[in-house]
């Protein structure tokens, strides 16, 4: 059985425990703050979460966790068989994870915890950000998923990028990072009936 190292409040916690339930992996949840603690390093080398302990091992990094699971469960296949559909899925997440969600994340200490930001680092993310959503947007099919016809890791990126960023933006300048981009909250909306992230959701508030 997996152990999922890691605290629910994290989106890529929560996109990780959505993948195993996706692909009806067996798994077991560990609460593991991140810390820079030996325990952790050895699980995670940067201190992050989550991470996961696999066959006698750990791995840590979503994107290397999620092509792990597709390996060890095939179906669902999170990637389309055809190799360059395969690649944009990828291209996808790559600018999701990049250009949105740790643009984001420059002002999350202020927007959660209290801690405050320069007002320079705001405006170069606030700058960084509107680039990132036209990078995204160009790339978004939604049709109905993320990447066209068929559910791929590219909506759950999508979902868990989204969860946290729109609430960072809303927090910090009191706007709304998805105002014009209807698509990508019509899929949002999609996304959060989906069985596998609605019970993540659900059991995060319970």
Excluded: W
Excluded at 140 to 166: E, H, I, K, R, W
Excluded at 169 to 190: M, P, R, S, W, Y
Aim: aromatic residues 8%; proline residues 5%.
């Amino acid at each position: 059985m997996i152990q999922l190292y890691g605290l629910r409040l994290s989106n890529y916690y929560s996109l990780i425990k959505a993948l195993l339930i996706e692909k009806g992996v067996d798994f077991e949840e560990v609460k593991a703050p991140p810390t820079q603690e030996e325990d952790n390093l050895a699980r995670s080398p940067m201190g992050k979460m989550p991470s996961i302990g696999a066959d006698g091992g750990y791995m840590s990094e979503s994107l290397a966790i999620a092509a792990y699971l597709d390996r060890i469960a095939p179906e669902p296949a999170l990637l389309p068989a055809d190799p360059f559909a395969a690649g944009k899925v990828v291209e996808l997440v790559c600018h999701l994870k990049l250009d949105v969600e740790l643009v984001a994340r420059r002002c999350l200490p202020e927007a959660f915890f209290g801690q405050t930001v320069s007002d320079e680092t705001k405006s170069t993310t606030r700058a960084d950000l509107a680039r990132g959503m036209r990078a995204v947007q160009r790339l978004m099919v939604c049709n109905p998923y993320a990447a066209g016809d068929t559910l791929t890791l590219a909506d759950f990126y999508t979902f868990y990028t989204f969860g946290l960023s729109s609430g960072v933006v809303q927090t910090i300048f009191d706007e709304d990072l998805l105002a014009g981009h209807d698509n990508i909250k019509t899929l949002l909306a999609h996304l959060a009936e989906h069985p596998s992230i609605a019970r993540v959701e659900a059991e995060k508030a319970g």
